[in-house]
């Protein structure tokens, strides 16, 4: 079992920085693959980024290459998103899951689809003005 805590989301200007966190509790933390998903208004739940249990492969969706990364230190049971460049697009409520799978580093780019994650958690809003 998983519990996820998300915090760091916030108000921005276009072209600056946040930094999500993704604080996680329970004993299978260390083998999970973890991710962050984004959601606006009016759409459907999106994958951002991807990581592996060991943090050694990673994967991020297109419209975030280049200005997002993600990392995990597992010593400390978290989950960071580095946002840069943000745009008025990234707008959403971003969500930190944990999926029960492992993968490989060519297996990472499989999870881009929110079925494959068991836990979630509550959100966190950031909002970037043009």
């Known amino acids: 079992q998983v519990q996820l805590v998300e915090s760091g989301g916030g108000l921005v200007q276009a072209g600056g920085s946040l930094r999500l966190s993704c604080a996680a509790s329970?004993?299978?933390?260390?083998?999970?693959?973890m991710g962050w998903f984004c959601q606006a208004p009016g759409k459907e739940r999106e994958f951002v980024a991807a990581?592996?249990?060991?943090?050694?492969?990673?994967y991020n969706a297109g419209s975030v290459k280049g200005r997002f990364t993600i990392s995990r230190d597992n010593a400390k049971n978290t989950v960071d998103l580095q946002m840069n460049s943000l745009k008025s697009e990234d707008t959403a409520v971003y969500y930190c899951?944990?999926?029960?799978?492992?993968?490989?580093?060519?297996?990472?780019?499989?999870?881009?689809?929110?079925?494959?994650?068991?836990?979630w958690g509550q959100g966190t809003q950031v909002t970037v003005s043009s």
């Open positions: 899951a944990a999926s029960l799978l492992s993968v490989d580093s060519r297996g990472i780019v499989t999870m881009t689809i929110r079925t494959k994650y068991h836990y």
């Open positions: 329970g004993r299978t933390f260390r083998t999970n693959v």
């Open positions: 990581i592996s249990g060991g943090g050694g492969s990673t």
